[in-house]
């Protein structure tokens, strides 16, 4: 239900976008939106359809690590692109696709071959199959161009794909594929899930993993095969990997993901292939794998979890928090050896910790503002009642974890003021408990373990 | 058809680019960094463009700086991926280089009008026109640029051997003795670069990744030292251009006019054919030799199982040495014709010879010498077993399977320090005598 919901919600962005965008544009951009034109309309929905079915299958290809098998398996493909051509000519694109995908699996076996030859690495494996098979097919192509003499163009449009010159024909063949690979991702999502996650599960379950993976990778060079004439053979190997790994950045869910790489693929392939319809000189193949790195680079900055703005800002946070324990535990040090309700200057505290002036004042401040410390008219700094309970309470977990640090990890007393200056700020409530259980006999908070220097 | 002057230029161009490639390859695969060829290739391509756009020259000077630029960029990109979003390292460099062929492939569209850039020319090179230029008696300009950049290549790799051997072997102990692998790591994608766009007039960006690779690959299936394995992989590539190019000249003339091929493509296809040769006929690591070690192990085990057998039967008998086995009986493990090579072998050594039983079957028993080839097998099987009782908790069923394996590999030296191990050696842990060492008496 939960996901059904999260369809809903992204189709109706979508769509709220898609109107707002109508709203804002020109009348000639407001004519290829409304797909009035019988090519456009093709085109937009053979992209949209086969950026679906790739961010689908690609989030599998994605998490079990094999995302550039993909590109081995695109250029493999060229090989029998050009046999079929050979023999029976350009005119029927059925046998050239049949011989796509022949060769495609042959590339992916190769793969699979090479791998297992000692000293030979998976990436070297990839490089080897891409390169040599490309070579193959270059040979084959130009073969089938001496014996079918003027009729070329056939063949380079696999290799740099001709988005615009997309006719019905191709795009009932992306929709088959799109149904095909939405009905084995949705019937098979529990096996697929597995062989991501846990292959030794699945074989203690019974289930074969070849027989999945086998799947999986005929999805993938369905997928490919009929992407090649839409977006290329090098872009295609961009849809199945940039959306799967856009979706990464926004969730741990992997129905979810798989959603979420399916709608970035399709909104990557509509919104490609109307700026390419609207604008003169604009390769669709290319812009729609633009917009692609557009959503992922949006996704791994702005993605609330794993994005880098949110990293950035959960650091920042955890910097202050610190900062802001450490100039609390500075002032109750001084407290503690010169009685309750002593102050320090400026000076002192810097001369505690290894801070800059600037900095000290910032977390000076802040804890002024929030009334856990005051400054008196002589300029002394001291605790409140209420930061003098959070002060000790800090002082407390980093005494704690010091003389854990050096009775039961060995770590010798000259170095443990660091290590638990680095490590007390995150400790949990429970652990502090369980601390106070391994080391009963402390007192509320217990003396410094390396002999602090007292402060003068 | 003649070997012309042409072809000399052909074959030496694509031997340049290809050495040129081979000589970085090497660090690429042992780093396993393959990929950052083929990525660093392709993403090249919006660099040239910008150059062009921004000098409106196909110097090659504005060239080299844009793809160089690009090159470092895609290596940069890949690096912050892959560490800030924590994306795997294939998938961040796919996603990087395609989006950069992609702009690469919108600016030619773009300035169509104004540039003279094939998208084609880049994939893959226009190594024909080269037999055009040297025809008229001109050295060909891809020719100088591949030297000098062949030349470069060549320093780089002498000039910081130690230094790029070490960060690519052990990049850690790099940094402990003052290497920055992460200097290397990027004066290496500048070279592959460099590399990559001086080779793209001649040969093709697809040819760049099959020499980046595939030599590398082949000569570290065949030896262990990285000099070598360098020079093999140069050699192998250059072997590979020449033949490539006499294909191209012979094949019209033996097979039909039909057959010719750009050589750079014929070039991949050769070294993948040097590497699938390599992979098969390996001395050390091919398929078939270590089709031979395996099946030359299989014999030698089953030739001792059945010495072992055989003496165990005799050992539960009341004769020493006549207690029979039936060929039937020889079930031990492997398929059929091993065990009867097997059986060969222990014949024609003399370790059994055959008898006939009382009941007239064909058996066979142990001569002098195979009683004692097969005590010293049983004694490390039982050595062993008395070790794993006495040092592991292994329970008292569970000792044999793991002596059945080990007992093959036992030296007679490391049974005695096994003896030395053990406080007590005489029987084994199921009150079985230990068979003592050759020469020793045996103990009454």
Known sequence: ?456 | MMWTIGDTYVALVGAMSAAACALLGNYLVLRKMSLMGDAISHAVLPGIVMAFLMTGSRGIGAIVVGAVIVGILTALFTQAITRFGKVEEGAAMGVVFTILFAIGLILIRQQADHVDLDPQCVLFGNIENIHVIAASGDIPQPAINLAVVLLLDALFVTLLYKQLKISALDPALATSIGINADVMHYALMVMVALTAVASFEAVGSILVIAMLIVPAVTAHLLTDRLPVMIALSVVLAGVAAFLARAYNVVAPELLGPGLQADTSAIMAVIAGGFLLLTIVFAPERGLISRGIHRIRLIVRILQEDILGRLYRQAEAGTAASAAPLAKGDLRIAGGSIFQRWALFRLRSRQFVRPVKSESGRSVVVLTDKGLARAARLVRSHRLWESYLAQHSDLPLDHLHMPAERVEHFISPEMGERIQEGLSEADLDPHGREIPPRPGDARRP
Not at chain 1, 241 to 267: E, H, K, Q, V
Request: aromatic fraction near 6%; proline fraction near 3%; charge should be positive.
């Open chain 1, 1 to 456: 239900m939960r996901y059904v919901w999260a369809i809903l919600s992204i189709v109706a962005v979508c769509a709220a976008l898609y109107f707002v965008a109508g709203t804002f544009a020109d009348d000639e951009t407001r004519q290829v939106l409304a797909l009035r034109q019988y090519n456009t309309r093709i085109v937009v929905v053979g992209t949209t359809l086969l950026g679906a079915a790739a961010g689908l299958i690609g989030t599998f290809m994605y998490l079990r690590k094999r995302a550039m098998i993909g590109d081995a398996l695109s250029h493999a493909t060229l090989p029998g692109i050009a046999i079929a051509f050979l023999i029976v000519g350009d005119k029927q694109i059925g046998a050239l696709l049949i011989g796509a995908a022949v060769s495609g699996v042959v590339g992916v076996v190769a793969v699979i071959g090479l791998r297992n030859v000692p000293r030979i690495k998976e990436d070297a494996a990839i490089g080897i199959v891409l390169s040599v098979f490309f070579g193959l097919g270059l040979v084959f192509v130009r073969i089938a161009q001496h014996a079918h003499t003027g009729n070329q163009a056939g063949l380079d449009r696999f290799i740099y794909g001709t988005t615009a010159g997309m006719i019905k024909q191709d795009a009932q063949w992306i929709a088959i594929t799109a149904a095909i690979v939405l009905a084995s991702v949705v019937l098979m999502f529990k096996e697929f899930r597995l062989v991501c996650f846990d292959q030794h599960f699945a074989v203690a379950q019974g289930r074969s993993v070849h027989v999945i993976d086998l799947l999986m990778m005929a999805m993938v060079v369905l997928t490919t095969v009929v992407g090649l004439q839409a977006v290329g053979l090098i872009l295609v190997v961009a849809m199945l990997i940039i959306p799967a790994a856009s979706a990464r950045f926004w969730t741990d869910d992997l129905p979810l993901m798989t959603i979420l790489a399916g709608a970035f693929g399709s909104i990557s392939g509509f919104s490609g292939a109307i700026v390419s319809a609207r604008f003169v000189n604009l390769p669709a193949g290319a812009v729609i794998v633009l917009a692609a790195g557009v959503v992922f680079s949006t996704s791994m900055i702005l993605a609330p979890r794993r994005g880098i703005a949110g990293a950035i800002v959960r650091r920042a946070r955890l910097a202050r928090r610190i900062g802001y324990q450490n100039v609390l535990r500075a002032l109750c040090e001084r407290e503690e050896d010169s009685g309750e309700g002593v102050r320090a200057s400026k000076a002192e505290l810097l001369r505690m910790r290894s801070w800059s002036a600037r900095r000290l004042n910032s977390l000076l401040r802040r804890a002024i503002r929030r009334g856990d410390a005051a400054m008196g008219p002589d300029g002394l700094i001291g605790l409140s009642r209420q930061g003098r309970i959070e002060a000790r309470r800090v002082l407390r977990n980093h005494r704690l974890w010091e003389i854990y640090l050096i009775r039961h990890a060995d770590v010798a007393p000259s170095h443990v003021d660091r290590d638990a200056d680095l490590v007390e700020h995150i400790l949990p409530p429970e652990l502090i408990r369980e601390l106070e259980l391994a080391l009963t006999e402390t007192p509320e908070i217990p003396p410094s373990p390396h002999g602090r220097e007292a402060f003068s």
